[in-house]
């Protein structure tokens, strides 16, 4: 396949996404029980309409979709979430996702010393973490520091931090960190049901990613 490099064509652009309805014509039964899921998910109940739309902000940044972004970002702001909010948000997305790269460490040091267990993942595993410390001090170091920052109360609390960082393991996929964040969250008094409710917005936000994107699919179809 030929790729003409001088093509600038933009493949990320605001008005693509007002495809997105053509979905309700192409396969109708499921995009209107998508629609009709994600409207639940973030919808007010035990958690406020803000911080399920703060945990959204914070999600799509993982999932990297530039129309997901723009849509509950302006959602958020409408909510009366302030661009420090904002901020505050975005750097626990952005420590959950590092965290999740630093946990899966363990991993590679049960590799390396070509641990003979067939399991790969058990909960014992996630102390070895610390021998991070020794093999590279001072970026390790330097991680803690952003990763407890990151966390720690601010313009959100300490348990809002936590719920959002509950909805970014499930987006990442990192079973340690999933464990972690939960018992976190439960610690700064965060129930079982609001611990569903954050893991709901980012199961929609997740899927919402890949449907999201299928406005890029219909561009690409449609190209001759």
């Known amino acids: 396949m030929t790729i003409n490099t001088t093509d600038n064509k933009s493949l990320y652009e605001k008005k693509n996404f007002s495809r997105l309805p053509e979905f309700g014509k192409l396969a109708p039964e499921a995009f209107k029980a998508f629609v ?13 309409a803000k911080l399920k739309e703060l945990i959204a902000v914070a999600v799509a940044h993982v999932t990297g979709c530039p129309y997901c972004i723009d849509l509950h970002v ?4 409408k909510l009366h979430m302030t661009k420090e909010e904002m901020a505050e948000t975005i750097m626990v997305a952005t420590a959950l996702k590092a965290g999740s790269a630093m946990a899966h460490g363990v991993n ?20 070895r973490l610390a021998e991070f410390s020794k093999l590279n001090g001072e970026a390790f170091s330097a991680f803690v520091n952003f990763d407890t920052l990151s966390l720690k ?33 439960k610690k700064k008094g965060a129930t079982k049901e609001e611990v569903a409710e954050s893991i709901f917005v980012a199961t929609a936000l997740k899927a919402g990613s890949a449907l999201a994107h299928g406005v890029n699919a219909l561009n690409a179809f449609d190209e001759e």
């Open 108 to 127: 590679a040091l049960n590799a390396y010393d070509e641990n003979p267990d067939e399991e790969l993942y058990k909960e014992v595993y996630f102390s």
């Open 36 to 48: 009709q899921f994600d409207v639940a998910a973030l919808q007010e109940n035990e958690l406020s």
């Open 153 to 185: 109360d601010g313009l959100l609390s300490a348990k809002e931090k936590e719920l959002i960082a509950v909805a970014v393991a499930h987006t990442t996929g990192c079973p340690y960190c999933i464990s972690l964040h939960v018992k976190a969250a």
């Open 74 to 77: 302006k959602n958020a702001k």
